[in-house]
C-alpha cells in the first residue's frame, strides 16, 4: 500500500483477514493477507484496532474520537462510548472482552463487545493496552510511566518493572509472557 501515516495493524488467527488505519485517513481491512485493501468508514484520527481470532469482530479508536466496533469484518462500523483522546485497544480471541486506553484518562474495559464500558484504574498517560487470549489478563503502559498489569478484566492493577518512556506493549496469548517497548525493553514471564 502506499506512504501514509499508518498507525495500528490487527490480524485474525491466520493472518489472512488484516485490519489497519491511519491516522487522519480510513481504516482497511483485507481478506488476503494484505495482497489487496479496502478503504472502510471515514477519515478519522484513528490510533489503534484489534481483531478476533477468527477475523469478524473488530475495534478501533480514534483520538479525539470515539470507539468503534465492527460484526462484520469490517464492512460497517458502529461508534461507542464518548469523545476521548483514545490511544490503544485490544481485543480477546472471541472478540467479546475489549480493553481501550485514553491519554491522560482512563482504561475502559467491555464484556459484551463494546456495548457498554466501564471506567478503571486512575487518570495516566495510557499508550498502549494487550490482552491475553481469553481477555482476563491485561497489560497497559503509561508514557512516561510505568507497565501496569491486571489478571481480573482489569478489575486491579499493579504497576511492574521500572519507569519509562513506553510506547508499545504485547501480551501473548496464554498471558504468560509479556514485552514492552519504548526508550528500553521489557521482558516478562508471568
Known sequence: E?????????????????????NGGQIYTSTDSGVSWTARDFNRSWSGVASSSDGSKLVAVAG????????????????????????????????????????NGQIYTS?????????????????SVSSSGDGTKLVAVVNPGQIYTSTDFGVTWLPRGSSGNWAAVSYSFDGTKLVASGDQLFLLSC
Open 2 to 22: 502506499s506512504s501514509r501515516n499508518w498507525c495500528s495493524v490487527a490480524s485474525n488467527f491466520f493472518g489472512n483477514m488484516l485490519v489497519t488505519c491511519v
Open 64 to 103: 479525539g474520537g470515539q470507539i468503534y466496533t465492527s460484526t462484520d469484518s469490517g464492512v460497517t462500523w458502529t461508534p461507542r462510548d464518548s469523545n476521548r483522546i483514545w490511544r490503544g485497544v485490544a481485543s480477546s480471541s472471541d472478540g467479546i472482552k475489549l480493553v481501550a486506553v485514553v491519554q
Open 111 to 127: 464484556a459484551d463487545a463494546g456495548l457498554t464500558w466501564t471506567a478503571r484504574d486512575s487518570n495516566r498517560q495510557w499508550i
